[in-house]
């Protein structure tokens, strides 16, 4: 048995993480699951009520205090537990539960030491201390896998980006997009991404392509977490001093299938962060042929993949609005759906060791 641990609020994300592990534990009789989702914000029990009886998962329970795991925990020290991108209290009550077999999927928080910020270094010896309580550490990418080791001197991590059922069935419908292209709108649409954490480097970024303000249009996504009215005026009021009534800014969640069609109405796709972020949309617009700009440990583990991307740097080039051929662009989705064809085996594989 493996108890699978999710933070509730993350559920955009988490749902079709579940739904993917749902898939091969129904294909394989030897892989028995329960899902723990933790976090106090009840308002969102509905949505994934709701996606569990389409899913018909029983093996769940909502936990909304840290007293409740620690007592779900001591009862189920024996069990199996994998932790995906947790906060950090509810990994150091499962740590001090002592649980036999602790295992995490580092999302790329908390995986290297930020040597500019105090509150890191402080909170670097609580970290060593948490990470060597797990048997293994699986990370998204190579560079978070090097900064653990580096770091914390780990020497448990691979790296194991997730299996994703619902892309698998998606396929033909990603390929349908790629082959039949919106008509133009006139203008170009520019999306910067990938959440409300990037928005520190929406604003130089929006300085940056100021200069094709007059065949652009600009979206900011704001999606999550949610930001406060001052954070959400200022970059409002940058973003229309420099594009006018062509800049806008997204800050609704979507159903998967319109998440897809949302990113498929943009031409180009921007995220300037530095750490992991927005692997997911990067996957995305990969497969719907977009042009890609990345920067820090996104680019690098892009880039290190063999796709047709460009780095942040880019962005002044005289091809900035040149879209990719279609050469380019069916080569990112074919390579894409190859590099993650061994997935699932992966993930089985591992599911079978750590539930021994």
């Given at each position: 048995m493996?108890?699978?641990v999710?933070?509730?609020?993350n559920?955009?994300?988490n749902?079709?993480i ?19 989702i ?6 969102y029990?509905?949505?994934y ?6 899913l018909?998962i ?40 002592n ?7 580092c ?6 030491i ?14 060593k ?6 048997s ?21 991590v ?17 390929y ?18 990938n959440?409300?954490?990037c ?16 065949t ?26 420099l594009?006018g ?7 609704e969640i979507l ?29 995305t ?10 920067a ?43 590099t ?11 599911l079978?060791e750590?539930?021994?």
């Amino acid at each position: 048995m493996i108890i699978h641990v999710f933070y509730l609020p993350n559920h955009h994300l988490n749902l079709s993480i579940i739904e993917s592990f749902v898939c091969m534990a129904t294909e394989n009789d030897d892989i028995k699951l329960i899902f723990l989702i933790v976090g106090s914000e009840k308002q969102y029990y509905e949505i994934y009520e709701k996606r569990f009886r389409e899913l018909k998962i029983e093996n769940f329970l909502f936990i909304d205090r840290l007293a409740l795991l620690w007592n779900y925990a001591r009862r189920n020290r024996s069990q199996s537990y994998l932790l995906h991108g947790i906060p950090y209290k509810y990994i150091a009550c499962l740590v001090l539960s002592n649980i036999e077999k602790l295992n995490w999927v580092c999302w790329g928080a908390g995986a290297r030491i930020n040597r500019k910020n105090a509150k890191s270094i402080l909170f670097t010896p609580v970290k060593k201390f948490l990470y060597k309580n797990f048997s293994s550490v699986l990370t998204l990418m190579t560079g978070d896998k090097i900064s653990l080791e580096h770091d914390f001197k780990l020497d448990n991590v691979r790296v194991m980006p997730y299996f994703s059922i619902k892309h698998t069935k998606l396929r033909d419908m990603f390929y349908s997009l790629l082959r039949n292209p919106s008509i133009n709108r006139g203008r170009i649409r520019v999306l910067l991404g990938n959440n409300s954490w990037c928005l520190p480097t929406y604003y130089d970024l929006l300085k940056k392509i100021s200069k094709y303000n007059a065949t652009i249009e600009v979206h900011c996504m704001l999606q999550y977490p949610k930001i406060g009215e001052k954070e959400k005026n200022k970059i409002l009021s940058l973003g229309e001093s420099l594009f006018g009534k062509y800049f806008f800014l997204d800050m609704e969640i979507l159903p998967t299938e319109e998440y897809i069609h949302y990113m498929n109405s943009f031409d180009i796709y921007i995220c300037a962060c530095e750490e992991q972020s927005g692997l997911g949309a990067v996957s995305t617009c990969l497969k719907l042929g977009k042009k890609i700009y990345l920067a820090g440990l996104n680019y690098d583990w892009i880039a290190s993949q063999k796709f047709c991307i460009f780095h942040i740097e880019d962005i002044n080039a005289d091809d900035f609005l040149i879209e990719l051929s279609q050469k380019d662009k069916a080569y990112n989705i074919d390579r894409w759906y190859y590099t993650r064809s061994f997935l699932k085996g992966v993930w089985i594989d591992y599911l079978r060791e750590i539930g021994k």
